[in-house]
């Protein structure tokens, strides 16, 4: 078995999480309400400090979910050009919501409240509205990074002061909170909405719930059937998530260790330069000789699997099924592949 650290959507259910979604309890989640999914956007609920979450197939969905309740046609979203929102989620923002993005180009790692005010405008007849600001936590592409509370507030401020409601990508916000000893409801009072994923450290298969005031959820309802349809018995796929939340959070810590020692492995080895991670998700810039493709092909050969997250940069992230063996065997491997020739 390769050891892959492509990305923390690979794991693969546990058995006792498997055993958790065959014996959920079910409803008609339009109709009367599956208990189980009920349960599980509660919990979400009281965990963000939110009034109600909605629970969803997906981040992406959850994500355009928002973007679609706050921000009206023909407006502009400010984010990070690095965005997951714009990066990854092919165009959704103009194609289903009929907006602009506003990408933000950050001074360093990621947006923070000065590039934003930077990048506004003055109303003008000549150009759309703002209509929202999104922040991401952890950041994926700076490599896991954390947002810090204060620039988190900060951001919430320049929006406040410009009317603008603050969505937060929060797919990793787990990882956030275990690696900054700071609880999810306070990262997610910087936030109006607040997208959670599952299924990525956290282990669940599928599934993301998006959090935030009473009303807003409940229109979110209607984004989601315009977007897909009603959910019908999603406790099966929601049981595996609540499992996720009772025994997967803590441990995290554990992928964050793991993180940091395939990070100091590999260190400057061959000239390459790594983002320090803060969290499970570790970026490696390489040098000209070592271009991304040819590492990423060198390290399958050696039963290591990584991303190729630009021609000269590969991603590697600790999850569920990464043992801290695995992650000193595949840091070393890297190391000895960027030490020799290619
Ligand atoms: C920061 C971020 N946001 C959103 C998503 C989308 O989540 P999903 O894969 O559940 O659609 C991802 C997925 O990797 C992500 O990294």
């Given at each position: 078995m390769p050891i892959d650290?492509?990305?923390?959507?690979?794991t693969k259910p546990t058995p006792g999480m498997r055993a958790a979604m065959a014996n959920a309890d079910v409803g008609d989640d339009e109709r009367d309400g599956d208990p189980t999914t009920l349960k599980l956007q509660a919990r979400v609920a009281a965990l963000l400090g939110k009034d109600d979450a909605l629970f969803f197939p997906s981040g992406v969905m959850a994500n355009q979910a928002a973007v679609w309740c706050h921000a009206p046609r023909a407006t502009e979203i400010l984010l990070d050009v690095n965005a997951h929102v714009i990066e990854?989620?092919?165009a959704g923002a103009a194609a289903l919501s009929g907006v602009q993005v506003h990408p933000v180009e950050p001074r360093g790692l990621f947006m923070t409240a000065s590039d934003l005010a930077a990048a506004m405008l003055p109303p003008s007849r000549y150009r759309a509205a703002y209509s929202l600001v999104c922040v991401e936590n952890t950041h994926n592409s700076a490599g896991g990074k954390i947002v810090p509370l204060d620039d988190l507030r900060a951001i919430r401020q320049v929006a406040a002061a410009n009317g603008l409601p603050v969505h937060m990508d929060g797919a990793r916000l787990w990882n956030a909170s275990v690696a900054s000893g700071v609880s999810l409801a306070e990262i997610a009072e910087t936030a109006d909405t607040v997208m959670v994923a599952?299924?990525?450290?956290?282990?669940?298969?599928i599934g993301a719930a998006l959090a935030g005031p009473r009303d807003l959820i409940e229109h979110a309802w209607t984004a989601r059937k315009l977007f897909g349809g009603a959910m019908r018995q999603s406790g099966i796929v929601a049981a595996g998530a609540l499992f996720a939340l009772d025994r997967h959070i803590d441990r995290l810590a554990d992928d964050h260790e793991n993180a940091r020692a395939i990070a100091d492995l590999v260190g400057?080895?061959?000239?390459a330069n790594v983002?320090?991670?803060?969290?499970?998700i570790v970026m490696v810039d390489l040098?000209?000789?070592?271009?991304a493709a040819n590492v990423v092909a060198a390290a399958k050969e050696r039963g290591v699997l990584v991303a190729e997250w630009t021609p000269t940069r590969i991603r590697m992230v600790t999850h569920l099924d990464v043992s801290a063996e695995d992650a000193e065997r595949a840091g070393s491997i890297i190391r000895s592949i960027l030490l020799s020739p290619m």
């Open positions: 650290l492509r990305s923390d959507t690979v990854g989620e092919i599952f299924s990525k450290g956290l282990g669940a298969p400057t080895a061959g000239g983002v320090a991670p803060d969290t499970n040098p000209p000789s070592h271009p």
